[in-house]
């Protein structure tokens, strides 16, 4: 049984709240959490410190609401869809019949990382649709750049406002439409300058090894571990299914690494690769979804020259 | 032989990697062998990638470890890098052997690895 807004529905319940005001959030979020509490849904609030403590502040102390640190849920895109899973399947397994979870990204989502986490917010449409889970995700449209709320209302399916209103969205577009859709990405501000490494067909080898010399004093030993299997399964995943000549450009700035890898082909037909789990141990194509694992931020695009992943390791750019 | 290497008391393995990753001409490269302490712990080094892969199976089946039963000790203290796919040939060894796979190693980068991928019948643990 689901009970609230989300009562009779079959999978995930996705909705975005955009609000103007510290009142006009706690009039949709208060009675979300609360109604959880009461219908005793595992109800998890994953926010920043200032939406988090309106919450807090507004509700009895020993009230049973998971609070989870928004900047450290939402680090990386893939991941979040990896853990949420995992804390979705135990509460199903536990017998909850609704999770609840209200969200928001931190301030690092809205620079040029943000279309992995428009993507982020378009694959969970089928990503969570196997769980009975009801989110909201804040957006504060006072601070949003509007591109971005236009993004919001095409991947959420519905808008919850105050008087315990759900509306329907009618820009939202199913995730395969917009997955599907090659974004411009926007380029880091390291990329203005010329790469200092360039590799014109590598092995995997050889670019791991100009990964571990440019991070050198970059990166932290954790952040290029990571780029190192990122930079692997990318480069193998461009000789193995990709077209010749395969590049690897690599920038450096204090502390972060952007690194790109172009072929000449396509790349992946499925709009879901690399967000979605790899389906079993002895299936492959799952090197993308390691390097969305691995990486602080993916973006891919395609264009006249081919198609280019593009890795950036370190202090992500915020705008 | 041009990639990885087998040494000590395991049979060469195959001349050429076979299949897709044929098309690589140079890599990192391993060795493999066993370990004099026990016929259940092999020593691995080196890095392993898809240019590997299957000369990495192959070395593995010659050094068949994990036949006693109990589980099989990978030594992996000079191990650089093992990418999933050479993880996952590992996770097939273990299933097919009826075995855990015990990858010691302190290469953060597979322990992460082998976390993502879930493995079922491969641990790693931390070492110096």
New interface residues.
Partial sequence: MRSGAAAGHHGYFHEAVVYDSDDHFQAVVLPFVTGGVAADEPTVVTLGDHNAGLIRAALPADTPVTFLAGGATYARPAAVIRGYRRLLAGHVAAGAGQIRIVGELPAAAFGPAWDSWARYESVINRAYDEFPVWTMCAYDARTTPEPMLADVERTHPRTARPHDRHEDNPAYVDPRTFLGEWRPVVPDRLQRDAPRVELSDP????A??AVRAAATGVLT??AT??L??AV??TV?NA??HGRPPVRVRIWAGATRLVTTVTDRGDGPADPFAGLLPAAG??LGG??LW?TH??SAHVALSRDESGFTVRLTAGDLESR | MPHGRNESNVAPAAVTPLGDAARFVRTGSFHLHRATAGRDEIVLEGELDADCEDLFALALERARPGRSGEPIVVHGERLRFIDHRNLLVLERYADQSGATVVLRTPCATARRLVDLLDLKHVRAEAIA
């Fill in positions: 092995l995997p080898a050889e791991r090894q030993e954790e571990g990571d190192l299997i692997s399964e193998t000789l193995l141990p002895s799952r090197g390691i694992q691995a």
